[in-house]
């Protein structure tokens, strides 16, 4: 019996000691590469937080998403640092940029897809592809900040002011009729336009993604009559002219 409880001790402090080093392995990759949590069980808690835009943050994106001209002051914004769970159920980390009326709701839209495991394809800063969104989109990331006016007027885009979120891109692409030429953003999203077909993550009303952002308080671009944008949710018109009046 003692010497049972002997082996049992010894297995206990080499078990402890296999944690020690798994876990020291993930924090080393963490800092390492930042990107793919490949092996161990990401501390969730700490895996999806919140910050202002630092120095370091804010080199990334400025003359990138944050524009010359961006109007936006950079204290308004908020960088989330998430976990997220792609089609072959790897988890990786994302990063995303959004306004600071809406960090915790994002936050916690995302913390509920990755506990859900809801596929997720990439969530990195638009600023990775130059700030070009059809770069970004075929891509198939998620996003949410770029500064952008909207054509022709001095009014801020709700992507520009952080109050709109992207998701799975590529799979939900957007798209309207012109002068009967039909637009599709990204290009290469045109096959993912025919909605009563079966492909991996699409949105529809039977999405996690639709249900947990409408609940929230976001609107989807796929409702929309004139046009459909598939993978965006908006803040809608009168909480944003309550935020931001002068934008007109
Ligand atoms: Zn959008």
């Known amino acids: 019996m003692k010497r049972l409880i002997r082996i049992l001790t010894i297995l206990r402090v080499m078990t402890m000691g296999f944690c020690a080093l798994a876990e020291e392995s993930t924090d080393m990759q963490d800092m390492t590469n930042g990107k793919t949590t490949e092996s161990g069980t990401p501390n969730t808690e700490d895996a999806f937080r919140i910050s202002e835009i630092t120095d370091e943050i804010f080199e990334r994106i400025q003359g990138k998403s944050f524009k010359d001209d961006c109007t936006l002051p950079r204290e308004d914004l908020r960088y989330l640092h998430v976990l997220h769970v792609d089609l072959q159920g790897e988890t990786h980390e994302g990063e995303m940029i959004v306004n600071y ?20 394809e990439r969530i990195r800063l638009v600023d990775e592809y130059g700030a070009d969104d059809e770069l970004s989109m075929e891509d198939n990331n998620s996003s949410a900040f770029n500064f ?38 990204p290009i290469t999203g045109e096959p993912y336009l025919d909605r009563e077909a079966d492909f991996p993550y699409k949105i529809d009303h039977e999405d996690l993604c639709f249900r947990l952002f409408t609940e929230h308080g976001f609107e989807w671009g796929g409702d929309w009559e004139d046009r459909k944008d598939y993978q965006h949710f908006e ?11 002068s934008n007109k």
């Open 235 to 245: 803040i809608p018109n009168a909480l944003i002219e309550e935020w931001y009046p």
């Open 148 to 185: 952008r006016f909207i054509s022709h007027t001095t009014r801020v885009s709700k992507h520009g002011l952080g109050l709109a979120v992207d998701i799975n891109t590529l799979y939900n692409p957007y798209t309207k009729t012109v002068d009967g030429e039909r637009i599709v953003e």
């Open 101 to 120: 009326h809406i960090a915790e709701d994002v936050l916690d839209i995302l913390r509920q897809l990755y506990e859900a495991n809801y596929p997720i």
